[in-house]
């Protein structure tokens, strides 16, 4: 299979080059010249299997230079051991076809694991193929979450370095504590003054900048990303999404090819992409439903069909949702309306923040997707509301896709059966949800976690308890015009 770039479809590169290289020279993302089809007869048969075995079926569907050994080895190294659930993404029953898909289990707490646990693996066989003995960068911006699952999943992987930029006052106090105290001889993490958009706009400025890409190679370096806009990030995403349905079908409460409907708290569209190019390969999704935060600029553009990033930056209680330039919905706009469009959107997008798609791309978007969005309050009345009801706790960006989903049904009276994405663990953000259950209260971080723990009797995973003893090793903080040089500084050249 071969990948082209969004806004050059001339541009052809195999799934191990894609992996690589991140993203296409000229700021296009790489996707699939044609999106494999799984029949339903092939869905009854992944349900047979465990996680691995169906991890193993869809990726090989897409990593077509990659041999079965290789994956093989990739998938098990990834799943077979690092997550707290042995289902890995296990599917909870909320209510009567109401499902929750626990994408936390993994290292860091957050479903960034799920992919972030296999692209370093599946990046040194891509790399072993596509650029022998050249030493990979991994730049990452991060709202939070990718940036610790990222230095969990490439610490100490031979023949790579990793440098994360957060922003200083956008991620959770737990958050920032999971990426200051990181261990690794081949990691560093700098703050920057600035929000996610900053940080992801600098990391793709550097990324593209030719100067720098030859000052690397003539170290033996090259860039590659981490971020979702890297193929290697969406491709196991993809996976849960089949697993879930397989999941629902192996315990009868759906029957193969009955259709269900996706729920998927949205930042930078990587989540609910994969949900749709499950879709596109023959899942029976019927509505994807895109649900955001204050920061609405998704559910605008949804709706109408007008991008507009002009508009308050609101910092909010599910931080790694506060996002206005959400870049791997240039994917979808690939897949509904081709590279031309896609060139003159995204250069009006960089010139005036701002694109309108015509009405044919809209009603095409319409046709699949539906989108909503809620306020802080809301999504804490939500957390209040299931864990009353329910006795299930969960975190600030399950809790707004709980809403965003409890508004679609009441308007719609759509009663599909639907599978909502829980991305965090509510530990990772205990101020909020300990807030929501329990009232204000001005403890220190670590009582919160012990608070939320006693009041709902669930218990902390332990990876997050055990930071409270960790040394702190990164306390740098940049401007956002200076990360080109702590990017240097950090690779000594
Ligand atoms: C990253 C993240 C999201 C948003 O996912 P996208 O793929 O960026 O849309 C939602 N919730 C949590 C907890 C996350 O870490």
New binding site residues.
């Given amino acids: 299979m071969n990948y082209v770039s969004t806004r050059n479809t001339d541009v052809k590169v195999s799934a191990s080059q894609a992996i690589t290289k991140g993203i296409s020279s000229e700021g296009g993302l790489f996707v699939p010249e044609n999106l494999p089809a799984v029949s339903v007869a092939e869905i009854e048969k992944l349900a047979s299997l465990d996680y691995i075995g169906r991890a193993k079926s869809i990726l090989s569907l897409f990593l077509t230079d990659f041999t079965e050994a290789e994956l093989d080895s990739c998938v098990k190294g990834a799943y077979e051991t690092g997550f707290s659930s042995e289902k890995v993404a296990p599917l909870v029953k909320l209510e009567d076809g109401t499902y929750i898909l626990e994408l ?1 289990k993994g290292p860091t707490c ?3 694991d799920m992919a972030l646990q296999i692209l370093p693996r599946l990046l040194t066989v891509a790399s072993g193929k596509a650029a022998k003995g050249t030493e990979i960068v991994i730049l990452v911006a991060t ?4 940036g610790k699952a990222a230095l969990e999943g490439f610490k100490d992987v031979e023949n790579t370095r990793i440098l994360v930029f957060y922003p200083s006052d956008g991620v959770s106090p737990m958050q920032k504590l999971q990426m200051c105290t990181q261990e690794g001889a081949n990691v560093s993490v700098c703050a920057i003054e600035g929000n996610f958009d900053d940080a992801q706009s600098g990391v793709k400025k550097i990324f593209t900048d030719k100067a720098i890409a030859e000052k690397l190679a003539a170290n033996g370096m090259a860039f590659s990303s981490a971020n ?1 806009i890297n193929w290697g990030r969406l491709v196991p ?1 993809i996976v849960y999404y089949f697993s879930a349905y397989c999941d629902l079908v192996a315990g009868g409460d759906i029957k193969a090819g009955d259709a269900i409907n996706v729920c ?10 994969a949900a749709y190019y499950a879709k596109e390969m023959g899942l029976p999704v019927k509505k994807l439903i895109c649900a955001s935060n204050s920061n609405s600029v998704l559910t605008e553009f949804l709706t109408t069909g007008v991008y507009d990033k002009n508009r308050e930056f609101f910092t909010t209680i ?1 931080p ?2 506060d ?1 206005l330039i ?1 870049s ?1 919905l240039e994917r979808l706009l690939y897949s509904m309306s081709g590279s031309e469009n896609v060139r003159s959107w995204m250069k009006a997008l960089a010139e005036t923040g701002k694109y309108e798609v015509d009405a044919a791309t809209l009603e095409a978007i319409k046709a699949d997707f539906a989108a909503g969005c809620c306020n802080d309050d809301e999504t804490k009345a939500t957390i209040a509301g299931v864990f009353k009801s329910k006795d299930y706790l969960c ?1 600030t ?2 809790a707004v896709a709980v809403k965003v989903y409890n508004d679609y049904k009441a308007s719609t009276g759509d009663a599909t059966p639907v599978v909502i994405a829980s ?2 663990s509510p530990f ?1 953000f205990s101020a909020a949800v300990l807030e929501a259950v329990d009232g204000k209260n001005d403890l220190d971080e670590f009582e919160m976690v012990e608070k939320l723990a006693a009041v709902t009797k669930k218990s902390c995973p332990e990876q997050l308890a055990n930071l409270r003893d960790k040394a702190v090793r990164f306390d740098g903080c940049c401007s956002k015009d200076s990360m080109e040089q702590v990017v240097f500084d950090m690779l000594g050249v």
């Fill in positions: 936390f957050a479903f960034k709202s939070g979450d990718t979702s995403q998927v708290p949205t930042g930078n569209f990587g989540n609910i992409l599910s790694s949702m996002i959400s791997n975190d960006h399950t991305t965090a990772k």
